[in-house]
C-alpha cells in the first residue's frame, strides 16, 4: 500500500511563508501526477497544485504565483512552497499520488497537514 507522509504545516502570519513536503513509500515516477489538495472547514476538498512525471504543473487561480510545486525524484518527495500566505490559506493541505491506467485512475491520499495563516 502507498504511503504518503505530509510534514511543514503551523501558523503562520499573513505574508509569511510555508514549505510543504510529502514523503512517498515508492518511487514517483509510478504515478502519473503528484498534487497537493486543501480543505477549510465547512468547504470541500480542492486541488491546489499539480505536477506531472514529466514536470508540467498546474495551480489553482487563487494561488498562481504564490505557491510553487516541485519534485525531488532521488528523495521520492513532493513540495509545496507556499508564499504570501494570506488567511483564506488555511486549510488542511493533503498530498496526492495519481496512477492513471487504461480504465481507471488510482487516488492515494497522505493524513492530511495543518496550515493556519493568522495574525
Known amino acids: 500500500q502507498v504511503q504518503l507522509v505530509e510534514s511543514g504545516g503551523g501558523l503562520v502570519q499573513p505574508g509569511g511563508s510555508l514549505r510543504l513536503s510529502c514523503a512517498a513509500s515508492?518511487?514517483?515516477?509510478?504515478?502519473?501526477?503528484m498534487g497537493w489538495y486543501r480543505q477549510a472547514p465547512g468547504k470541500q476538498r480542492e486541488l491546489v497544485a499539480r505536477?506531472?512525471?514529466?514536470?508540467?504543473?498546474y495551480y489553482r487561480d487563487s494561488v498562481q504565483g504564490r505557491f510553487t510545486i516541485a519534485r525531488d525524484n532521488a528523495k521520492n518527495t513532493v513540495f509545496l512552497q507556499m508564499n504570501s500566505l494570506k488567511p483564506e490559506d488555511t486549510a488542511v493541505y493533503y498530498c496526492?499520488?495519481?496512477?492513471?491506467?487504461?480504465?481507471?485512475?488510482?487516488?492515494?491520499w497522505g493524513q492530511g497537514t495543518q496550515v493556519t495563516v493568522s495574525s
Open positions: 496526492n499520488a495519481r496512477r492513471t491506467l487504461p480504465v481507471v485512475v488510482n487516488d492515494y
Open positions: 515508492e518511487s514517483i515516477f509510478d504515478f502519473t501526477s
Open positions: 505536477i506531472t512525471t514529466g514536470g508540467s504543473t
